[in-house]
């Protein structure tokens, strides 16, 4: 495993002692976090890469999605 050291505000160390959080636990989640919305911006530019879709056919697919959901909200 790999060791990082990070200088963390006192603002942020003071509140976090006040909340009993264990920074270290916090900054590896948030490092998780990252690298998994990393790991899909790359998938999902991958699967862009083979799309033959203009702006103008995702534009329209957008307006279409956004009428179904305001359709299905005016429901409930």
């Known amino acids: 495993m790999t060791k990082i050291i990070i200088d963390v505000p006192e603002e942020l160390e003071r509140r ?42 995702v534009e329209e697919l957008s307006n279409e999605v956004k009428d179904a959901v305001w359709r299905r909200h005016l429901k409930h």
Request: glycine letters at 0%; a positive charge.
């Open 16 to 57: 976090a002692r006040l909340l009993k959080v264990e920074l270290s636990i916090l900054a590896a989640k948030a490092l998780k976090d990252q690298v998994r919305k990393l790991e899909e911006i790359v998938e999902f530019r991958r699967i862009i890469a083979k799309s033959r879709a203009t702006d103008s056919d």
